[in-house]
């Protein structure tokens, strides 16, 4: 079955980076899109961020745009968020997320992780 | 950008009780609607897509209808596993998520 396990949150000061990821496995990860969407504690679902299968797609939420790169190594079944220049609002559970099949402009998401925590506090 | 609005914010139902939850997009969004349920401390799990596409393994009695900018979820007959947050999700051009409605126990 579908598995995906984040890893790589922690606490972080504002300024701060940090590097998650997450190992897939389960289903033939190069040939999936795959995203990250977090959660602020007690609030909604909030789509950061997704990657074509041979990475030349990529996309971001306005919020994170030009502070956060996705990437992803095929070889390794694994998908990465590079987060820099944290702020307190990105505080959040971060979840690794399976893109489904039939979309067009943007993707839903058939499988996810159960999360990572990202605190940016000082 | 497309704003997400869902109601009620709270919904309470007792087991056996029929639910209908709404979701009204700003702008229309053709069938590229999807709802997902979460349950406190899990992640969300899709349960329709496409608005009325049942993801393999989700019970029948969750169904999905609407077109253009108004969609609803149905539970025909609420049980005890039923009581989660649902939130719907756009996914026409940029993946946004509503705020939820939470289905509670009366």
């Known amino acids: 079955q579908v598995q995906l396990v984040e890893s790589g949150g922690g606490l972080v000061t504002p300024g701060g980076s940090l590097r998650l990821s997450c190992a897939a496995s389960?289903?033939?990860?190069?040939?999936?899109?795959m995203a990250w969407i977090r959660q602020a504690p007690g609030k909604g679902l909030e789509w950061v961020s997704y990657?074509?299968?041979?990475?030349?797609?990529?996309s971001y939420a306005d919020s994170v745009k030009g502070r956060f790169a996705i990437s992803r190594d095929n070889a390794k079944n694994s998908l990465y968020l590079e987060m820099n220049s944290l702020r307190v609002d990105d505080t959040a559970l971060y979840y690794c997320?399976?893109?489904?099949?039939?979309?067009?402009?943007?993707?839903?998401?058939?499988?996810w992780g159960h999360g990572v925590l990202v605190t940016v506090s000082s | 950008d497309i704003q997400m609005t869902q109601s009620p914010s709270t919904l309470s139902a007792s087991v056996g009780d029929r639910v209908t939850l709404t979701c009204r997009s700003s702008?229309?969004?053709?069938?590229?609607l999807a709802w997902y349920q979460q349950k406190p401390g899990k992640a969300p799990k899709l349960l329709i897509y496409?608005?009325?596409t049942l993801e393999s393994g989700v019970p029948s009695r969750f169904s999905g209808s609407g077109s253009g900018t108004e969609f609803t979820l149905t539970i025909s007959s609420v049980q005890p596993d039923d009581f989660a947050t649902y939130y719907c999700?756009?996914?026409?051009?940029?993946?946004?998520f509503g705020q939820g409605t939470k289905v509670e126990i009366k």
């Open positions: 990657i074509s299968p041979d990475s030349s797609s990529l």
């Open positions: 702008q229309k969004i053709r069938s590229w």
């Open positions: 496409k608005t009325s």
């Open positions: 999700q756009e996914y026409n051009n940029y993946s946004t």
């Open positions: 389960g289903f033939t990860f190069s040939d999936h899109y």
């Open positions: 997320a399976r893109a489904g099949v039939q979309w067009l402009g943007a993707p839903y998401f058939d499988s």
